[in-house]
Nanobody, 129 residues
Framework: QVQLVESGGGLVQAGGSLRLSCAAS???????????VGWFRQAPGQEREFVAAINWNYGSTYYSEAVKGRFTISSDTAKNTVYLQMNILKPEDTAIYYC???????????????????WGQGTQVTVSS
């Protein structure tokens, strides 16, 4: 079993930056032969939407069009942690951000929340105008 713990959320002005972290405990990312880790977000009254994903073993990345060019997902294998660097934040980026993981190398498939095996508890990101 994998436990995912997010941190790094908060309040920031439009145009600012935040970095979210997702740390794994229990069975760690490296013990899986194929593993993708990503981020989703959910704003009030809206469905949970895919943000970005990274293939843990190969390092390839995949982004939604809404964040491409502004957000960067990365991993630190020594710390068993995935990061989401968010730049040029907009008020529409305000949401609860969830870390997600799936036992797959096909990170594009992680766009669908039904494909996710593990979820974190979420961290709030609020961008003021």
């Amino acid at each position: 079993q994998v436990q995912l713990v997010e941190s790094g959320g908060g309040l920031v002005q439009a145009g600012g930056s935040l970095r979210l972290s997702c740390a794994a405990s229990g069975r760690t990312f490296s013990t899986f032969s194929r593993y993708g880790v990503g981020w989703f977000r959910q704003a009030p009254g809206q469905e949970r939407e895919f943000v970005a994903a990274i293939n843990w073993n190969y390092g390839s990345t995949y982004y939604s069009e809404a964040v491409k060019g502004r957000f960067t997902i990365s991993s630190d294998t020594a710390k068993n942690t995935v990061y989401l660097q968010m730049n040029i934040l907009k008020p529409e980026d305000t949401a609860i951000y969830y870390c997600a993981a799936a036992e797959t190398n096909n990170i594009a498939a992680m766009r669908r929340s039904g494909f996710i095996d593990y979820w974190g508890q979420g961290t709030q990101v609020t961008v003021s105008s």
